[in-house]
């Protein structure tokens, strides 16, 4: 197969897939309990209400094999509270937008689905009616819900003045950069602190490349572009900007010289090594990452308190997290629950959502399974991963709220307010709050997306040369409407900038 078609869409895993995404946005403090929370007063008679089969995708970094026990076990808790039952159908990073979207084509009926702006993106989706409008749902079926998180959360989910989805309330302010065993950082006497930009840790790779048998220093398998690196913002990975003198100046993404800057370095550092020679076929990254055979991977979003989630993540190693960048404030749109316009049972899809969001013992059934079968507890609220336990998906920031939830051993007890603490002081982008309506150029991107899929993997992790890949990248680009899209994007920043100013 040509290198060009094994293309799988981007994604962080970010990072490793044990960073997380972005959350809300804490100015105020999202109401959080340690007791099993009851729902709404119209979910509170189960009863009264006739049973209902739901079914829910989700974002997954790797296979869990125990995940029907865990299945089990949420039915068990969520049937006498709202006769219900849910299916859980976890799909894994690299085939998750393409398997939604041929699940959004065949008209499948399903209830609740994952989305993000990174990832089956929210914005075109709700846009495209994929999506059911939740606003009488909130107010009908998931009141405790919605009072449970600041209103500048639910604002981040509008489309049209309509709340499309329900925050996965989490950390808000990126910081991308690499996530580094200690263990090597050590034992070559790696100065983090003089890592400012991503070519300062080729020496360190050089050193694991020549001493260290079995070791990968730079695991990947997906992009690790961060335009904000390169002092450019971005939106929607279709433009980058920059503010000059109150004008914004919108560039393609791919067109930048920084992102031609950085697909150079990549192809170099494939090229001598330093890069997993199948970075842009593997698949499930994760599996491969908790044998600890990676010195070095990168986050997009280190988290407060997520090295004890990233040494899990890599065999149990310590890790060191190295930000190339301020904190910047991204909103909550990089983990969103929706409800599908298919779903034949959207008020009990809204009371389960609003169960998972304000009860933590479902909340934490979810994200870390069994207790002792799958963790045991360390102390009060933290917990540790049985290992081979089978169920330690290590992605409780796409079930629902995590302050509600668990720390890991690790984890400062503090996790939770330095996470509010980063999120009231990182710097918004320029364009915060803006959000681009695909509509009149949809068959533009959806053109676009195609010829991504086609080139973006193999060139952002290195595989192929960007001398000759990324000149035909952007001619198909070009030819898909990228300046078409360009052009709307450009009047829609007109038009929002005009609208803040007054």
């Known amino acids: 197969m040509n290198v060009i078609k094994k293309r799988i869409y981007f994604g962080m895993i970010a990072a490793s897939l044990a960073l997380t995404g972005c959350g809300g946005n804490n100015s105020e403090s999202p109401a959080a309990t340690n007791e099993s929370a009851a729902p709404s007063a119209a979910a509170s008679s189960a009863s009264t209400l006739p049973p209902a089969d739901l079914v829910w995708y989700y974002l997954d970094g790797t296979a869990q094999p125990d995940l029907a026990s865990v299945e089990t076990e949420v ?6 509270k ?3 039952t849910v299916k859980l159908k976890p799909i894994a990073g690299s085939d998750y937008e393409q398997k939604m979207n041929t699940i959004l084509a065949a008209g499948e009926a399903f209830d609740i689905v994952w989305t993000s702006d990174w990832r089956f993106n929210f914005s075109s989706n709700a846009q495209k009616g994929a999506f059911l409008e939740l606003d009488a749902l909130l107010d009908k079926n998931g009141a405790k819900l919605k009072a449970s998180l600041p209103s500048s959360a639910w604002d981040d989910v509008k489309i049209g003045g309509k709340i499309y989805g329900v925050p996965n309330y989490q950390i808000a302010a990126k910081s991308a950069g690499f996530v580094i065993q200690k263990r090597f950082a050590d034992k070559y006497k790696l100065d983090t602190a003089k890592i400012k930009t991503y070519k300062d840790i080729e020496p360190f790779f050089e050193e694991i490349k020549k001493n260290e048998p079995g070791i990968i220093p730079f695991g990947l398998n997906n992009d690790f572009y961060s335009p904000s690196v390169y002092g450019l913002s971005s939106h929607g990975n279709v433009i980058s900007y920059q503010v000059n003198g109150g004008k914004v100046e919108v560039e393609d993404y791919f067109a930048t010289a920084a992102y031609k800057k950085h697909v150079t370095m990549a192809h170099e550092w494939y090229t001598k090594g330093y890069i997993n020679e199948d970075a ?19 986050d997009f979003t280190q988290k407060p308190g997520g090295e004890a989630a990233a040494k ?3 065999g149990g190693n310590d890790v060191i997290f190295v930000p190339l960048m301020e ?8 983990t969103i629950s929706a409800i599908s316009r298919t779903s034949k049972n959207p008020e009990r899809a809204m009371m389960l959502l609003e169960l998972v969001n304000t009860d933590p013992a479902l909340y934490n059934l979810l994200s870390f399974g069994i207790e002792n079968k799958h ?4 102390g009060a609220n933290t917990i540790k991963d049985i290992a081979g336990g089978g169920y330690a998906p290590n992605m409780n920031w796409v079930m629902g709220n995590v302050t509600i939830g668990y720390l890991m051993d690790g984890q400062a007890p503090d996790t939770w307010e330095r996470t509010k603490k980063a999120n009231d002081t990182a710097k918004k982008p320029y364009l915060y709050g803006f959000k681009f309506n695909s509509e009149p150029v949809k068959a533009e ?12 993997k193999v060139i952002e992790t290195g595989t192929v040369d960007p001398e000759k890949y990324l000149p035909q990248f952007l001619d198909k680009r070009l030819k898909a409407g990228s300046e078409k899209v360009l052009a709307e994007y450009r009047t829609q920043i007109e038009a929002f900038l005009k609208t803040k100013a007054q």
């Not at 963790?375 to 360390?378: E, F």
């Not at 991107?445 to 973006?456: I, T």
């Open 375 to 378: 963790y045991t507890k360390t």
């Open 445 to 456: 991107m959806a053109n676009l997306k195609a010829v991504e899929n086609e080139f973006r």
């Open 75 to 80: 039915n068990n808790y969520i049937k006498p």
């Open 327 to 334: 904190p910047e404030f991204t909103g909550v749109t990089a």
């Open 280 to 298: 842009s076929t593997l698949k499930n990254k994760a599996d491969v990452e908790k044998k600890g055979v990676y010195a070095t991977t990168f």
């Open 312 to 314: 899990a993540g890599n």
């Open 82 to 84: 709202l006769n219900a």
